[in-house]
């Protein structure tokens, strides 16, 4: 069986980190679907989704960590060819990914306690996006 | 067809790396299914899964190189709110990744011949892990 | 239903990067399979696939941060153990992962319209590789 569905949300640009964990909770279970996997998916390339333990020390953490690591810049290819100022933002999100896969039981997200997903956005103006879900199983 | 199982970890605390695709390989034929897909995920925010050469130089390159990108500090938001030394375990194991899916057919799973499988404790002490296992197929 | 097949490519060494979305998106539609999701696997451990908004610009940004990030050299426990130049390789390969999975409905792919799938080579000399496809849905 499949259940495939969306999120919405509106994000401020790089480094707005969103908590989906409820989201993802209530389509398993309006899914009606028992055992299985649920697969999140950031549609487009400059947002990712992973697991993280969502407190406001690590949702600021993570994206200081990555604008160190892939800081903006005039250098990168991207840049050279599309003048658009978010090379880094493509590289971010390449790198995190926008895929995650989680298993489920008996309706219930297998994750651990201080486990939650979280959508990044790396685009550096406001976005809408989509995260699309899609719940197998039995 | 769907078969859940888990697989349980000791571990020593940042940087032990352990090697976990035959436990996945006997799932997998515990099954009884034949094709399809098998997903592995960590439980909890501060270990990992994915695949490597699973060899003594490797297994230690790995978390060196986690811990050089990512040092431990006193820097963190997550250290400077909850001060429990393991702020850098959490960017490690978000940024590698607590899910891995790998396909297998006729009950074997495909792999290249040097790829393994393994699970690396990012956290600061000992855990008991728990990788939870979801085989999906036909 | 699950429908599995493979992509071969052959490869120049570290950077070679090959967009590989169309050959996904046909093989979604010999699946004939209508609504689920579609898992690309990277067979080997010195090669990866993610999600890029595949340009030249970001083609070439993507292994040169990676190199700059882990580059070549002679301490690498691998390259101490083993002498094969691609400790590197194998580094950038874990961190990238390589597996990805998407969503499709309706016989379409669900990406981004600048998102498509690209396989990054790691290793240092030309290869052959295999994707392996998993489609699988109803």
Redesign the interface.
Same mark, same amino acid.
């Given at each position: 069986? #499949?259940y495939?569905d969306s999120i919405s949300l509106s994000t401020k640009g790089n480094g707005d980190i969103h908590e989906i964990t409820g989201n993802v909770e209530l389509l398993i279970k309006q899914s009606a679907i028992g055992? $299985?996997?649920v =697969?999140i998916?950031n549609?487009?390339?400059t947002g990712a989704v992973?697991?993280? /333990?969502f /407190?406001? $020390?690590?949702?600021?953490?993570?994206p /200081?960590?990555l604008n160190r690591? #892939?800081p903006p810049g005039k250098n &990168?290819? =991207?840049?050279?060819? +599309?003048h658009d100022g978010n090379?880094h933002s =493509?590289?971010q999100a390449?790198?995190? $990914?926008?895929?995650?896969?989680?298993?489920f039981?008996e309706r219930q997200l297998?994750?651990?306690t +201080?486990?939650?997903i979280f959508h990044l956005e790396c685009d550096i103006k406001p976005r809408n996006r989509i995260v &699309?879900i899609?719940v197998?199983? /039995?």
């Open positions: 069986m #499949i495939q055992n $299985g996997i =697969h998916f549609v487009g390339s992973g697991t993280i /333990e /407190e406001p $020390g690590l949702a600021r953490d993570l /200081e960590f690591l #892939i &990168y290819g =991207h840049e050279q060819m +599309w090379g =493509h590289l390449t790198l995190l $990914g926008p895929s995650l896969t989680m298993p039981k297998i994750r651990g +201080w486990q939650q &699309y899609t197998i199983g /039995e």
